[in-house]
């Protein structure tokens, strides 16, 4: 059974920054296409950063230039660094895997982690 388990959200403060961690279990991670998506209440879910098993990146053009999406294949790890936060940045962030296709918009990814706070506030 394919497993993914999120962790390192928090509440931060305008312009810091936080890393956010993905285990992944029961799939070959190194072939693994993974993503980060993101739900802010009353929002519908958006993607956030997609990460091909060949290391090619996407972002979403509301995190370019401050949010890195990076993988740890030794570690089964997806990881999604965070700077310059914002308060519109608040949201519950979600990693996936196993889409129909790797794309951060219309992937239909299969798998889902149960998600990791994020809150920006002054």
């Known amino acids: 059974q394919v497993q993914v388990v999120e962790s390192g959200g928090g509440s931060v403060q305008p312009g810091e920054s936080l890393r956010l961690s993905c285990e992944a279990s029961?799939?070959?991670?190194?072939?693994?296409?993974l993503a980060w998506f993101r739900q802010a209440p009353g929002k519908e879910r958006e993607g956030v950063a997609i990460?091909?098993?060949?290391?090619?990146?996407v972002y979403a053009d509301s995190v370019k230039g401050r949010f890195t999406i990076s993988r740890d294949n030794a570690k089964n790890t997806l990881y999604l660094q965070m700077t310059s936060l914002k308060s519109d940045d608040t949201a519950v962030y979600y990693c996936a895997t196993e889409p129909r296709w790797c794309m951060l918009r219309g992937g239909e990814f299969k798998t889902w982690g149960q998600g990791t706070q994020v809150t920006v506030s002054s």
């Open positions: 029961g799939i070959t991670f190194s072939r693994a296409c």
């Open positions: 990460i091909s098993h060949l290391g090619v990146t």
